[in-house]
């Protein structure tokens, strides 16, 4: 968001003796060897940092408006000398290598800026959140106790085949910056509104890795963690204030020693890996309040898959996928409730493609006709990285429930070949 739609700037006179401590309650360097986290902290500076901070915002002030909307990516509302000390501990308060960073942040992000950072989420991912968070889920759920958002994030759910069905790598990245610049930021400026004393402006994570597998560790998914990661270090600098990894499997600890690296040291530190559910449920209690805390993470707040229902739009009641990875035959089977309709549409980027049809998986051969027969699909659009995949919906009109839907698929290619196919439910209220 450009800084000419931003709030007014929440001013605070910081001269070096308050930047070192004087006048602010607990203080002083003395404070960090209890809690290291407040490290470049206004009000915890050594002499050497406060002059840093100094030279920084004098030459902040003579920086033109690109270079000052890098440095306020959050809004005006973090404040000067939290958002400066912000970027100053990226760099361990080096003051060239601070300059070069935002420098390469501004370039970074100006061609997303231009844009307005992808307002619209849909015409960033091709598809709506729901469907995306079905394939990965992710949420944003109360605070902690700092007042930090509390995010959650599950890729040991994460289905990647789906994923390539709906969207592209490309979309993803658009969507991260619509997360950051639209979602997480206008939940720091409301947690500002709300508590004039929340001024650090970071989020605690929660990766949930249950039901991770080690197929799922492949090229493809670390490609979308790498690309998330890259933005994050450096465009928006210490934003995290505290990362649990919870429910991770005896191979996780590979795999995290290549994540660490794709991190600066600092931000790896703030990393706890726990895979006992009572550490880590304490861990969290600790950190997080029970009634902002979701009752699947040992709180006693709304479960994540509620939330998460909140994406569905409209009238629908819920949204329900399958992946189909087809290689001459495939089929998908989903319940229909006799106070519940559906309508079924195909994702995938198979430019072979196949032929869809649509019965009652119960009713004998001689009995019901197909509610759908070789309903014809294949990929429009192009084979680069950005071209989307193609979606239709192949039902005609809703069908019916209480009935047990069996959706197949024939390849229109040859025996040999093979391709994804995501079969998506559209589950509505009769």
């Known amino acids: ?47 050497e940092e406060a002059d840093t901070f100094v030279r920084f915002k004098e030459e902040f002030l003579k920086r033109d408006q690109a270079f000052k909307d890098t440095v306020y990516s959050f809004g005006l509302e973090e404040g000067e000398v939290w958002a400066l000390c912000r970027w100053l501990r990226a760099r361990k308060f080096v003051y060239d290598d601070v300059i070069a960073m935002i420098e390469e942040a501004t370039k970074t992000r100006d061609e997303a800026k231009k844009t307005g950072f992808y307002p619209n989420h849909q015409d ?20 902690a106790k700092t007042g930090c958002p509390l995010f959650i994030s599950k890729p040991g759910i994460l289905n990647v085949d789906a994923v390539e069905c709906i969207t592209t790598l490309d979309g993803i990245v658009k969507f991260h910056w619509y997360i950051m610049m639209h979602d997480f930021a206008q939940r720091l400026r409301e947690q500002k509104k709300s508590n004039d004393k929340f001024n650090r402006f970071e989020c ?77 449920e304490k861990k969290l209690l600790e950190n997080v309040d029970a009634h902002q805390l979701p009752s699947d993470y040992g709180g006693t707040g709304v479960a994540t898959d509620v939330t998460l229902k909140k994406e569905v739009p409209g009238n629908i009641k819920r949204i329900n996928s399958e992946i189909i990875a087809l290689r001459g035959h495939g089929s998908s089977t989903h319940e229909i409730a006799a106070d519940e309709q559906v309508t079924i549409a195909i994702y995938s ?68 070949s093979s391709a994804n196919f995501l079969v998506v439910y559209e589950v509505y209220e009769k």
């Open 124 to 143: 960033s991912l091709g598809c709506g959140l729901s469907l995306y968070y079905d394939q990965y889920p992710q949420l944003y759920s109360g605070v």
């Open 349 to 416: 980027k198979s430019k072979s493609g196949a032929k869809f049809t649509v019965v009652n998986a119960h009713a004998k051969a001689k009995g019901a006709e197909p509610f759908v027969t070789d309903f014809a699909f294949k990929h429009e659009g192009g084979d680069s990285a950005t071209d989307r995949p193609t979606n239709k919906i192949i039902t005609p009109t809703k069908i019916q429930g209480p009935v047990t839907l069996k959706v197949k698929a024939d390849t229109m290619g040859s025996r040999w």
């Open 204 to 280: 605690c994570c929660v990766l949930d890795l249950s039901g991770l597998a080690l197929s799922q560790l492949n090229s493809r998914t670390l490609a979308i963690i790498k690309e998330q990661a890259a933005i994050d270090s450096i465009c928006f600098p210490e934003t995290m204030s505290k990362m649990y990894i919870v429910n991770g499997p005896r191979f996780f600890g590979a795999t995290w020693k290549i994540i660490k690296g794709w991190l600066d040291p600092r931000t790896a530190s703030k990393v706890e890996v726990i895979s006992d559910r009572k550490t880590w």
């Open 1 to 47: 968001m450009a800084t000419s739609k931003m709030a007014t700037e929440v001013t605070e006179v910081w001269d070096k003796a308050k930047l070192m401590g004087e006048g602010v309650e607990n203080g002083g360097t003395e404070a960090i060897k209890s809690n290291p986290m407040l490290w470049g902290v206004p009000g915890h500076l050594t002499a």
